[in-house]
């Protein structure tokens, strides 16, 4: 496998199953043939689309190897309905792989903090070779079956809360906000989620002081630089292309609103 960048390719579906859950669904597509670090993603575009779906849409890779290109999405508008419906032998193009990825601290402990569909870049994240300074916050709502972290918490230490009312959500926030402030000074977070959680991670990170990663998951057409229609606020008030100079930012170089 090589690390060639930005390349576009017809990839064939192998299977494409809901997990469980009709709302979550994994994809694996044919070896595309590169490898790629955990946090960067891919744009997806199936052959079989016409103009009423002109533009693909980003999914973090969930993982890659000569068994193939495998994605964890869940079903939420027109174009992840539509890829729901794939078939083995379908073929998709996809262009990747694409933006910048988590960086580990190796000296110091880093802890996953995933939401929901978020913990899908760090199935591969989980796959290194290192793991002994790894470990993992989950936030889910479907039952825990429905997602990959029983992989992920057989190679690192793995904790997960459901969340299914507003007083889970509460607690979810407080005990983010006890491990952000243990790890300020002495490691960092790596956070993938809705945008509420990254909200308050960013939130908890910049009052504690704790190194973070965020990814942000701004809507995107074209995935290259090109088309404008992904920018984040930097804190120096500038607009930058979330897909290249992202997805994944460090939290003090982003705004995110309240
Ligand atoms: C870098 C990156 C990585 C991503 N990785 C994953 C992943 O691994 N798994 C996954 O399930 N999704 C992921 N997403 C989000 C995914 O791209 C969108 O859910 C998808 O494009 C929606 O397409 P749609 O046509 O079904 O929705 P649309 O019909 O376009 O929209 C349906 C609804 O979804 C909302 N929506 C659309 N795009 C987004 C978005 N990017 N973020 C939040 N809400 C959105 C719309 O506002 C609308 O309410 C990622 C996004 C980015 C930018
Ligand atoms: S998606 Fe086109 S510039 Fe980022």
Redesign the pocket.
Known sequence: MNMNNNVCQDLTVLSCRPTGDPSLVNLVLSSPGWTCRPGQFVMLRPSGWGPELIWPRPFSVCDVSEDGLRILFQVVGRGTRRLAALAPGDTVAVWGPLGRWFRIDEDRPNLILAGGVGIAPFVMLARRDRTDNLSMLFGHRLGLEHYPYGEIAARIESEAMQQKTPADIADFEKVLAGRIEALAGKGQVLACGPEPMLKVVRKYCLQFGTDGQISLENR????????????AKTISGDFV????HGPVFDVRDIELGA
């Open positions: 995107m057409s074209c995935g290259v630089g090109a088309c404008l229609g992904c920018v292309q979330s897909c290249v």
